[in-house]
């Protein structure tokens, strides 16, 4: 069965500063990963996916690396907003023995960013 | 920008009550998929749907739960006879493909803004 922790699962940071996010996950047989952002009572925004082939994938102040074999994903977020104060969520696709199409979710890391 | 929604955004009823969840996927998007979140907890794989059929379902996607496809547009999520640990968010998905290897927006799934369930 396919398990994915996030670590820290809070973060309070002061605004500006560059900051990483952390996925891990039991089962390196997947197909990709995604990061989601999730505000309040809210859906979920998808930031980025990497395919289980690339090793990283960028959109504006985010990176998201993988490292598939140790089972490990992060996400860099470089010159924090207080906009981007947000629960943010890691989900692989695949891994668990037989699944190909659900994402698996962690349980998020809370970010504060204080102006 | 293309967006998947959900009907209605929050739902009362009472326990035994039968409820359909309504979704209007993106339009190009063929893979359909119901997620759901209990307050406090993480998102929860329910079922996956692609070409008028269930392709893959958790264990708590039992026989009160069904999904269809009633038109070229709408994604459905019945549940039968509701329990009051049914209360949860209820996130639809859909994605341009299912399987993996394509550009990154093909594989993504994009969530709609969710129904809140609230069984009584």
């Known amino acids: 069965k396919q398990e994915v922790t996030q670590i820290p699962a809070a973060l309070s940071v002061p605004e500006g500063e560059n900051l990483v996010l952390n996925c891990s996950f039991t089962d390196s047989a997947i197909y990709n990963l995604q990061w989601f952002r999730q505000d309040p009572g809210k859906g979920l925004t998808s930031l980025l996916l990497i395919q289980s082939s690339q090793r990283e994938q960028t959109s504006g102040r985010l990176n998201a690396s993988l490292d598939k074999s140790s089972g490990r994903s992060t996400l860099y977020i470089a010159a924090s907003q207080p906009g981007d104060s947000a629960t943010y969520l890691c989900?692989?696709?695949?891994?668990?023995?037989?699944?190909?199409?659900?994402?698996?979710f962690g349980k998020g890391t809370l970010l504060t960013v204080n102006p | 920008e293309p967006e998947v929604t959900q009907t209605p955004s929050h739902q009362v009823t009472q326990m035994g009550q039968e409820v359909i969840l309504r979704c209007v996927p993106i339009s190009n998007h063929l893979y359909f998929y119901w997620y759901r979140q209990i307050l406090g907890q993480k998102v929860e794989f329910l079922v996956s749907?692609?070409?008028?059929?269930?392709?893959?379902k958790s264990e708590i996607f039992d026989d009160q739960f069904s999904v269809e496809r009633p038109d070229g547009s709408n994604f459905t999520l019945k549940i039968r006879s509701t329990k009051l640990e049914d209360s949860a968010m209820y996130f639809c998905?859909?994605?341009?493909?299912?399987?993996?290897?394509?550009?990154?927006?093909?594989?993504?799934?994009?969530f709609g803004p969710g129904t809140r369930l609230t069984v009584l």
């Open positions: 989900a692989v696709r695949g891994g668990g023995g037989g699944s190909n199409y659900k994402l698996t």
């Open positions: 998905a859909s994605s341009e493909r299912g399987t993996s290897g394509g550009p990154p927006s093909t594989d993504t799934q994009y």
């Open positions: 749907f692609y070409n008028n059929e269930i392709s893959e």
